[in-house]
């Protein structure tokens, strides 16, 4: 295994694209672009970590960490979008339902299984990925 596949913002990553793919084929017009995007930006996270985290040059490796922190604020706005244009609330970071989902990421075998529960409705799954990409941007914010 790859030494980047153990890093904590990797592991989120990974996360929130299968998430998003799962997310936008449930909830999202396959028909819109707003999907593709979506989709896009969550690879394209993930990806770009895993590139960046290969690169022999600092420059390239902070460059590319950077594309990925850019993908992913893209799609942290996307699932906001979604919640405002669908009448949804979205959780306060300290609201007891925001603090649940945040503490998964502590859990030592953090995965995907651990937040498919909230996909079950599209405001608990906007709101789960909102949590998790701001913890993933505040990791990789310190790598920048």
């Known amino acids: ?6 890093l904590p913002f990797y592991i ?3 996360i929130i694209y299968d998430f998003t ?3 936008c084929e449930k909830y999202v017009d396959y028909k819109s672009r707003t ?3 979506m989709v896009q930006a969550a690879r394209s996270g993930k990806q770009n970590i895993a590139e960046g985290y290969l690169e022999k040059s600092i420059e390239s490796k902070i460059k590319l960490i950077g594309v990925a922190r850019a993908s992913l604020e893209e799609l942290l706005n996307d ?4 919640l405002r ?8 970071k300290n609201t007891p339902q925001a603090q649940i989902v945040r503490a998964l990421v502590y859990n030592r075998y953090n995965n995907y299984k651990n937040y498919k529960g909230y996909i079950q409705n599209p405001e608990s799954a906007c709101n789960t990925m909102i949590c998790l990409i701001n913890q993933t941007n505040q990791l ?5």
């Open 85 to 92: 244009q669908h009448n949804l609330q979205t959780w306060e």
């Open 21 to 23: 793919a799962i997310f």
């Open 79 to 82: 699932y906001q979008d979604y």
């Open 140 to 144: 990789l914010d310190q790598k920048l």
């Open 1 to 6: 295994m790859s030494g980047y596949k153990t």
């Open 35 to 37: 999907r593709d995007q």
């Open 12 to 14: 989120q990553s990974e």
